[in-house]
Structure formats: C-alpha cells, structure tokens
C-alpha cells in the first residue's frame, strides 16, 4: 500500500498564491503517477493536475493551465502543487491521488484552501 498526506493550504487573498505539497510513503516503487484533484462545497470532485513519473510529463484541466504548476522529485515521492492568481472559485478541498502501475489507487485526507473573494 501507499499512503498519502498532503501538507499546505489555508486562506489566501484573490489574486494570491498558495503552494501545497504531498508526500507518498510505503510500496513507492509501484508508483505511476501522483496528481491532485479538488472538491468544491457542494461539488463533484474534478481533476486538477498530474505528473507521470516515468517520464515526468504533467496534465492540467484546461482552467487552471499557467495559474498552477504541478511539479514532483521522484526520488523523494513528493509532489508540489504551486497555484496563484487564486480566484474564489478556487476555493475546495484539495486531494493527493498516488496512482500505481498495477492500477492501485491512493489518497490522501485532503487540505482546505479558501480564496477570498
């Protein structure tokens, strides 16, 4: 198993930026990719960004492309989720999502980041 904690978030004003950080623990090796999704209240979870480890390429929902930046260092199973010019629709709870070669999937507990508006 892989476990997932993310680390970072919290309040930040329009127009400013947050950066949230998550770290993969335990069978790492089985690891594909790591990426984040969000959740807005009262919302379905959506994808956010990813990077694929094997060659380190990364995919954004098209909204956030040049406000946030997904990057990672394989060696250390950590991956950064650099966001700014937050807006208040940017406002959800932020998941880590650890994806393993064989399919397994893994998360984390979530962070809170609020943009005010």
């Known amino acids: 198993q892989v476990q997932v904690v993310e680390t970072g978030g919290g309040l930040a004003q329009a127009g400013g930026s947050l950066r949230l950080s998550c770290s993969a623990s335990?069978?790492?090796?089985?690891?594909?990719?790591m990426g984040w999704y969000r959740r807005a209240p009262g919302k379905e979870r959506e994808f956010v960004a990813s990077?694929?480890?094997?060659?380190?390429?990364?995919s954004y929902t098209d909204s956030m492309k040049g406000r946030f930046t997904i990057s990672g260092d394989y060696a250390k199973n950590t991956v950064n989720l650099q966001m700014s010019n937050l807006k208040h629709e940017d406002t959800a709870s932020y998941y880590c999502?650890?994806?393993?070669?064989?399919?397994?999937?893994?998360w984390g507990q979530g962070t809170k980041v609020t943009g005010s508006s």
């Open positions: 999502q650890s994806r393993g070669n064989t399919g397994g999937v893994y």
């Open positions: 335990g069978r790492t090796s089985s690891i594909y990719s």
């Open positions: 990077i694929r480890w094997h060659d380190v390429s990364t």
